[in-house]
């Protein structure tokens, strides 16, 4: 059995007039089941882009890209939305929960997409909830809940799919650092369970909460190793520098 | 994701911004209401009229005789007439003259300026049916007859307006002035009209050849009456045969049968209504688009919930059909809305016209059509469905990233 999730010689170049942007500039990166990887970097090191190339949001401009073994990176829309569906889960850092639709009605979404009938999709729902502590609000709107409660909402819902990768992007960025923490714990708690969890991240004290860090700089890896290796925190020089710049 | 799911949701949008809904429909609504309104008065009239020809005699064949000028010596009389009765009993089966008579009637002090006098022969009444050829039974009384005719006597049957309003209800045996010469009543029609001045009910029926020397009627007419409403158009052929040999032109004559002016007038009752759907329908088109640039800004709203939704697995047809069958319940709903609207309006319209023509309840009745309702609802979800499916289209083509990323 192959990896999870395999990279090779990933580039996304975007055309901007006469300039030509490398937002991922050859990444090789592999990821087995039961993993829990950081991707970090600064802004606009590429981390977006390598989030929508892993969640099938996007294909790379060369490269190739498998996914449990299938090569997703020449896949149509529609075929990429049923390996969005079977495969993955999304955690946002806005939490992206339809705000007319219940609890649990949104839990319950990507199982609709799944085919699933109304009664497995109600069970898997609460079971979901229920492993995010929230099964007594199944019937409210999102609006109703907290900024930590909306995060487990979605987390929940991430997981009704039984997806084989959980998706994390900047989970953490609109909560207080105390929720920031419990939401992080939760996802330490998915992956000890079993669950593929790829997250991404600028910041690193977030990031050494995984158990491997790839660091991006100018859309290639410069580190990629275990996160409790003092190496996997340090901050190139120039980035720094480049980033005071924009600021 | 399945039909019901998106109907629910629709609903769910629907009614969480209900006046917003609302606006969306009125197009649909007014649309439909008027094509409700205007198929049911389409549909009265014709019923209407219908029945008002069927009381006229859906069995009459009326014959103008305009003859070709002084010059000419040909003519055709009206034992000619009888003749044609006679020869072909299976197709005819009765003909009396029809004069139009330019007369004053006066009753005592009183004129009758709106009064018709018309000069007709015994067979104007139809013993078998106890009724005139146009329909009128005897309430008292007795029709013309054979001697009256054949002696010009001076003796008139009048209609059911003169016996209440020029002799207070007892007419019979009294006389009534006609161009100066009195006439005495011997039989009174039943009402068959409204009873009005001017109305069918306000006549007065002399022998015909006293009417021909009042004068004013161009041309001879003939009312005749054909076995069967069926056999009327057969009926009109021999009448027309006849008159072709006689004067070799057809502009010399014009022969109409009740049943074919029935049918003319139907065909163009139809293209009114049709004319006036299609400018109703331009309001559902209205409608349409309203619908259209609601879902426009709609999915525009919606991109982010687009974007989550296609994160989620949703493909380019679920989003498409969320789009379509969204707004095709909201215009259903607005199509609903505007049946019940055209029913209730068409009701209205039916005491409104009773109240206006005074007819009652057993006039004018503006009844909708099962076919007509059925069409308006169609139409609405068709452009319902029509007109969504830009929107949803470009819902269904959105990128996720950039849906994803929207606010
Ligand atoms: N759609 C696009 N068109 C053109 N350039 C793009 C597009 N998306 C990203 N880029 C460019 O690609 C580079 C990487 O962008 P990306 O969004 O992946 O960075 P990031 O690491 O997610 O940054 P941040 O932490 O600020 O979110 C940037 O230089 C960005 O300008
Ligand atoms: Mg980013």
Do not use: W
């Not at chain 2, 709903?333 to 057993?362: H, K, P, Q, R």
Request: hydrophobic share 40%; with cysteine.
């Amino acid at each position: 059995m192959g990896h999870l999730i395999e990279l090779k010689n990933v580039y996304k170049i975007y055309q901007m007039g006469d300039e030509t942007v490398h937002a991922l500039d050859g990444i090789d990166l592999t990821v087995d089941q039961g993993e829990f990887v950081a991707i970090v970097g600064s802004s606009g090191s590429g981390k977006s882009t390598a989030m929508n190339i892993i969640g099938c949001l996007d294909v790379p401009t060369s490269g190739s890209y498998h996914l449990g073994g299938i090569d997703v990176s020449t896949m149509e829309d529609d075929q990429q939305a049923e390996i969005r569906n079977k495969m993955l889960g999304f955690i946002f850092q806005q939490y992206n929960l339809i705000p007319k639709l219940t609890v649990q009605e949104n839990v319950e979404l990507p199982l609709l997409y799944a085919g699933i009938s109304a009664e497995e999709r109600h069970e898997r729902a609460i079971q979901s909830l229920q492993r995010v502590g929230l099964a007594d609000k199944r019937k409210n709107l999102p609006s109703q809940l907290s900024g930590g409660q909306q995060q487990r909402v979605s987390i929940a819902r991430a997981l009704a799919g039984k997806p084989s990768v959980i998706l994390a992007d900047e989970p953490t960025g609109a909560l207080d650092s105390r929720t920031g923490r419990e939401v992080l714990r939760f996802l330490q708690q998915l992956n000890r369970e079993g669950d593929t969890v790829v997250l991404i991240t600028h910041d690193n004290s977030i990031a050494v909460k995984a158990k491997r860090i790839v660091r991006l700089q100018d859309g290639r890896i410069i580190y990629d190793g275990a996160a409790d290796d003092p190496q996997a925190v340090v901050q190139p020089q120039e980035d720094e520098a480049g980033e005071e710049a924009r600021a | 994701m399945n039909f019901t799911q998106s109907f629910k949701l629709a609903i769910k949008s629907l009614m969480l911004s209900k006046m917003r809904a609302l606006l969306t429909m009125l197009g649909i609504i007014i649309g439909v209401a008027a094509v409700i309104i205007i198929t049911s008065l389409g549909n009265g009239m014709q019923n209407y009229m219908n029945a008002q020809f069927e009381q006229l005699g859906s069995n009459l064949v009326q014959v103008m005789i305009y003859g070709l000028g002084e010059d000419s010596t040909r003519s055709v009389d009206a034992d000619d007439m009888y003749a044609l009765v006679e020869k072909y009993p299976q197709y005819l089966s009765g003909v009396s003259p029809y004069v139009t008579a330019s007369a004053k009637v006066r009753q005592g002090t009183e004129d009758f300026e709106r009064t018709s006098v018309y000069g007709v022969s015994e067979d104007f009444y139809r013993d078998e049916t106890g009724k005139t050829m146009q329909g009128a039974g005897l309430e008292e009384g007795r029709f013309l007859r054979y001697v009256d005719v054949a002696r010009h006597q001076n003796v008139c049957v009048v209609g059911s307006f003169l016996a209440e309003y020029a002799f207070q209800g007892d007419p019979l045996g009294q006389t009534i002035s006609i161009s100066g010469v009195p006439y005495t009543v011997v039989g009174v029609l039943e009402e068959s009209g409204d009873n009005t001045e001017g109305s069918g009910d306000d006549v007065v029926y002399i022998p015909y050849a006293n009417a021909q020397r009042l004068g004013g009627g161009y041309g001879d007419t003939y009312m005749m009456t054909a076995t069967d409403r069926d056999t009327s158009t057969a009926a009109k052929g021999i009448v027309e045969n006849r008159l072709m040999d006689v004067y070799q032109t057809s502009d010399a004559y014009m022969v109409m049968t009740s049943a074919e002016m029935m049918d003319a007038m139907d065909s163009m009752l139809d293209t009114l209504m049709m004319i006036l759907i299609l400018i109703a329908a331009i309001s559902l088109l209205v409608g349409g688009i309203g619908i259209m640039n609601i879902m426009l800004v709609s999915v525009t709203e919606r991109t982010r919930e687009i974007g989550i939704r296609k994160s989620l697995g949703a493909k380019c047809r679920d989003i498409r059909s969320q789009f379509i069958i969204e707004a095709g319940t909201t215009s259903a709903i607005g199509g609903a809305i505007g049946i019940v609207l055209g029913i209730i309006m068409a009701n209205v319209l039916t005491n409104v016209i009773a109240l206006v023509l005074g007819t009652g309840n057993d006039g004018f009745v503006a009844v909708p059509t099962v076919g007509g309702i059925g069409v308006a609802f169609g139409v609405s979800v068709a452009v319902g469905i029509l007109f969504g499916y830009l929107p949803a289209n470009k819902a269904a083509k959105l990128n996720p990233i950039d849906a994803l990323r929207y606010d």
